[in-house]
């Protein structure tokens, strides 16, 4: 027997560690109640995110008054809400119910793409609005018209396709995270890394930082101009209203300056930027810092996707404090019974004894003389 080209053969078996001892966190792995408790939370969501931002779609759409460039702009934003919690909510209330990704490789992608694709719009269409109410309140310029509102709503889907799109042709991966929703990561290599860091500033972090610095200019453009307002030279008498300042100037001249219309929809604005950094930025500083460590989830970091579709909620509520046409156009789709109540103010109310008896003496005067 020739046993000179004998090469010994060794089986080598690999074993994955058991499910309970991984570091981080499976769907398989929550409680069912915890399971079912998220998923109910997540279709209240998007009832509130589905009902709310249509009241504001249907307002633009109706009434003609309100076609305004802005308004155009919010509707816009109202309506990446409505498609971000119409596509993205479900998949994942079916991933907590099921306990793991059952929707296959395919659905995988493009559900991923979609939801990449979708809060990009949303994020550039509110960089829009900043940039417009930092040139009318810093530059005092408005360049902002309906055609060009338009146009940036169609340049919006453009640049946010450019940037979500290179994963689907192999420049990254769309996989989904703790099996609960398919997002940009690292599988193979450092070109990937590269996609999804340059990915999550272009579209997270650089417009974020956009806003922030357009907010901090408008604010201290306000400071100065309630400190010029204020600081006025003798004989100069100033009342404030709710709404409007006015400052007389020895009896003769006066002045008024307008400063709820200016500051009402920026702080609108202000917040939907706030809760949109709360929503979104810790989720994208992970996926950023994934792409470089690629550590696996914590138990705090597989919830942040749910933490993200709380503002799609949260939109609609600021509207109805913020914008009263809205407030009355959400009365009209409920019953009357339901209509809240106004509030008559003290000083306005009748100081009537319902325990007194009143009696009506018609004066001489107002009675009519027959000729």
Request: hydrophobic share 45%; with cysteine; glycine share 4%.
């Amino acid at each position: 027997m020739d046993v000179t080209n004998f090469t010994p053969v060794i089986n080598v078996t690999t074993t994955s560690p058991a499910p309970s001892s991984l570091p981080y966190l499976h769907l398989s792995t929550l409680p069912a109640p915890v399971r079912f408790v998220l998923a109910s939370l997540l279709l209240l969501t998007m009832t509130i995110a589905l009902g709310g931002n249509f009241v504001v779609c249907w307002i633009v759409y109706r009434k003609p008054a309100m076609r305004s460039a802005i308004n155009l702009l919010l509707a816009h934003l109202a309506l990446t809400d409505i498609c971000l919690a119409s596509i993205s909510i479900p998949v994942a209330v079916t991933s907590l119910l099921s306990g793991r990704w059952i929707l296959g490789d395919t659905a995988c992608v493009i559900t991923g793409f979609l939801h990449g694709l979708i809060y990009t719009v949303g994020i550039y269409t509110l960089l829009a609005i900043s940039v417009d109410r930092y040139l009318i309140i810093v530059s005092r310029t408005t360049m902002l018209t309906l055609n060009r509102a338009k146009i940036i709503i169609l340049l919006s889907w453009v640049v946010a396709g450019t940037v979500t799109f290179p994963p689907v042709v192999g420049w990254g991966e769309y996989r989904p995270e703790v099996q609960l929703l398919c997002s940009v990561g690292r599988s193979r290599g450092a070109g990937d890394a590269v996609y999804v860091m340059l990915a999550t500033v272009l579209a997270t972090f650089v417009p974020l930082l956009l806003m922030l610095h357009s907010f901090v200019c408008i604010i201290a453009t306000v400071r100065k101009k309630c400190v010029r307002v204020q600081d006025q030279p003798r004989g100069v008498c100033i009342s404030y209203n709710r709404k409007v300042v006015t400052a007389t100037l020895g009896g003769v001249r006066r002045l008024k300056i307008d400063v709820g219309f200016k500051t009402r929809s920026f702080k609108t604005i202000l917040l939907l930027f706030v809760v949109l950094t709360v929503c979104w930025a810790p989720y994208s500083t992970w996926i950023m810092l994934n792409s470089v460590v690629n550590e696996h989830l914590s138990v705090i970091v597989s919830l942040l996707p749910c933490v993200c579709y709380l503002k799609t909620a949260i939109n609609p509520i600021i509207y109805y404090a913020s914008i009263k046409k809205f407030r009355e156009a959400c009365k009209g789709f409920l019953p009357r019974f339901c209509w809240p109540v106004p509030c008559v103010p003290a000083s306005h109310r009748r100081r009537v004894n319902p325990s007194a008896v009143y009696e009506v003496r018609e004066s001489s005067s107002s009675q009519c003389t027959r000729s």
